[in-house]
């Protein structure tokens, strides 16, 4: 099945005075997708969710959803509605008033739609929570009155601007999978705003990494990880480390020579930001670097190193360790198992990288 | 032994609560117990027949101009609460979702300046600009509109309405004004989200979210206005007067404290009657409010 684009932006631009808040964003975004914006807080991310909500205007550019021009169409005209940050649950109003308040002009009887209020409910997971009066009610709880009372219209995109940002770390991770969940059940459209590249990763379909107004990158999560395409997209997505470089090109592929590592022979594709020549910045994920345990054998590339720092998380130890012919450490995760050592600071040891792994940025 | 008792937890809080536990029973139920006592005393010329009776209050049942004034009085602080707060609605209004909220506080400020000066002051005023030959009646007149000075704008009903609503304006716009602010403007947005006009949003999470406000503001603008009697006095004429200028007549010009005292007291019992039922309307809309 090809995706049919829902949503279409073409050179939208957005001005707060002098202040440049979107900058000529071209995005498309496809029917049932979820599709999350992601980016440190002041990048336009919540901005351009207003955007499409219709809350803001646009300055320049065009905004088609469902193939309708949405120049000057208001809010409560468009086919979007949105769960609010803040969830925004009227106060003065029950649960079950609260998710039938955007059925009064639904022509359907009384009784049909408070059977739609308490499937909506239902679905939530907030069956029977009608009468409850919606200040006796948690974070987690308003958020799911949120959704039902969104979902409830039947939206043809449901806007979500940082949902789970207000919720503690256990309630968060068990939104995230029921979010996903909903989505696919419902089948209906969702963009996410966040700042958390995890809940990003986890979530996404597709990933629109934005910085000052601009989107950085547009992926898959498994592609963004591995793959950004710049220095900052590899920054603010999970933990990279950086080395210097040199690079020439041979036929289609890319000779690396890489500070303290040694020359590596990459494939184009892992300079996902274009084939840069000369000075480069290669990344690396800790998590592709491995430390060599006495005893153990490896057929990947070695280099010798010295324990910087070591941080014990349980599951996972990250090793800070310092390489001949590198200014930083480098960031080594390694899975902790039976019969591996915790490392002290200060010990020598050995690291086993790869070539694919790396990529090759610009400097 | 007393000074150790000033020094308990006990003593501590008696010691806290004297000064205005004594105000208030100085200040507040002495007089009023005077007054309810007195209601229930009769005048004999010159001196106060105590024997209790409640023939005052038969009397005030039995003469039409008691019953008269008191309706009169209830029609002019309804019709003052309802101009005032009608009013003061759109301009809290505006105060709150319109003004930069860096100018705020001096829209506030400039909305107390009225205060500046005295209440006669400002009622003299008000009899400058509504009087026969006042500010109203020679613009009128000099732009042709009217030829005859209009007389139904000062001595009457109208005039007290208009002066009172206008001293009591920025009692009432400060409550709406609060309760305005503190509606989460995301309420806002998230019901037009959910399909709903601007004035429908109005209708469906602005008014009733302020409607706390708004009782607060009747009342503060009630309550008050039942007992005022110098604006009724200045600007009310021969058929202006209220059940408060009837007080002060029984007390001072026809020296019957008894009757005075009871016509207190059945006005008091009125404005409790309508503030209790005001009370329980905002109860009603403060259920459920966080």
Redesign the interface.
């Known amino acids: 099945m090809t995706p049919k684009p829902l949503i279409q932006l073409s050179g939208v631009d957005k001005y707060y005075g002098d202040y440049h808040a979107l900058r000529g964003i071209d995005l498309t975004i496809n029917e049932g997708e979820f599709f999350s914006l992601l980016g440190p807080s002041g990048c336009g991310k919540t901005t351009l969710l207003r955007t499409i909500?219709g809350?803001e205007g646009v300055s320049g550019g065009t905004l088609m959803i469902d193939g309708k021009n949405m120049a000057g169409v208001?809010?409560?005209l468009r086919p979007?509605?949105?769960v609010?940050?803040?969830y925004?649950i009227?106060?003065?109003?029950?649960v079950a008033e609260n998710v039938a308040?955007?059925l009064?002009?639904d022509p359907r009887s009384k009784e049909e739609k408070a059977k739609a209020v308490a499937e909506a409910l239902e679905m939530v997971g907030l069956g029977g929570y009608g009468n409850r009066?919606?200040?006796a009610l948690s974070g987690g709880q308003r958020q799911r009155v949120a959704l039902a009372?969104?979902l409830i219209?039947k939206p043809k995109v449901l806007l979500l601007d940082e949902p789970l940002s207000a919720l503690d770390k256990k309630m968060r991770e068990l939104m995230q999978v029921e979010l996903i969940r909903l989505q696919r059940q419902v089948g209906i459209t969702f963009i996410l705003v966040t700042h958390d590249q995890e809940e990003a990763l986890v979530m996404s379909d597709r990933i629109a990494v934005m910085f000052e107004g601009e989107i950085g990158q547009l992926d898959d999560p498994e592609t963004l990880y591995r793959r950004p395409n710049s220095k900052r997209v590899a920054e603010f997505i999970g933990k990279m480390n950086f080395l210097d470089g040199t690079a020439t090109a041979e036929g289609n592929r890319i000779a690396v020579d890489v500070a303290g590592l040694g020359k590596g022979d990459i494939a184009a594709d892992q300079a996902p930001g274009g084939m840069p020549l000369g000075k480069v910045t290669v990344g690396i994920r800790p998590e592709t670097l491995a430390i060599v345990f006495e005893g153990e054998t490896t057929d990947r590339r070695i280099c010798d190193a010295v324990v910087d720092e070591v941080v014990y998380y349980g599951d996972m130890t990250y090793y800070d360790v310092k390489v001949p012919g590198v200014d930083k450490p480098l960031t080594i995760s390694m899975k902790n198992m039976i019969g591996r050592p915790v490392l002290d600071v200060g010990a020598l040891t050995r690291v086993a990288w790869d070539e694919r792994s790396l990529v090759v940025l610009a400097a | 032994m007393a000074e150790g008792f000033f020094k308990t937890d006990r003593g501590r809080a008696v010691l806290l609560v004297s000064p205005p536990f004594l105000y208030a029973f100085f200040l507040l139920a002495v007089p009023l117990g005077a007054i309810i006592l007195f209601s229930f005393w009769t005048q004999d010329f010159v001196t106060v027949n105590t024997t209790f009776t409640t023939a005052n209050y038969q009397e005030f049942w039995d003469k039409p101009i008691y019953k008269l004034l008191l309706g009169r009085s209830l029609y002019v602080s309804g019709m003052v609460t309802l101009v005032t707060v009608l009013s003061a609605y759109p301009i809290a209004y505006f105060v709150s979702f319109h003004v930069h909220p860096t100018k705020k506080s001096m829209w506030l400020f400039l909305i107390t300046i009225p205060f500046w000066t005295s209440y006669l002051i400002r009622v003299f005023l008000w009899k400058v600009i509504l009087g026969y030959n006042g500010v109203v009646n020679s613009s009128l007149m000099e732009l042709g509109i009217i030829h005859e000075p209009l007389t139904f704008i000062l001595y009457n009903v109208n005039a007290v309405i208009i002066t009172l609503a206008h001293a009591f304006a920025p009692f009432a716009i400060l409550p709406i004004f609060v309760a305005l602010e503190k509606i989460d403007r995301s309420f806002l947005e998230a019901s037009q989200d959910l399909g709903e006009s601007k004035f429908s949003t109005f209708l469906r999470i602005t008014l009733p979210l302020s409607m706390p406000g708004l009782v607060a503001s009747v009342m503060i603008v009630f309550i008050p206005t039942i007992g005022d009697y110098v604006t009724p006095e200045l600007m009310g004429g021969a058929g202006g007067k209220l059940i408060a200028n009837m007080i002060q007549t029984q007390f001072l010009q026809l020296n019957n404290a008894p009757m005075g005292a009871t016509l207190a007291i059945i006005a008091m019992v009125c404005v409790t009657a309508i503030s209790l039922f005001f009370i329980f309307l905002n109860r009603r809309w403060l259920r459920g409010r966080a």
């Open positions: 909500a809350f208001s809010p409560n979007t509605n949105m609010f940050q803040s925004a009227f106060p003065h109003l029950s308040f955007g009064r002009k009066a919606a200040h009372r969104a219209l």
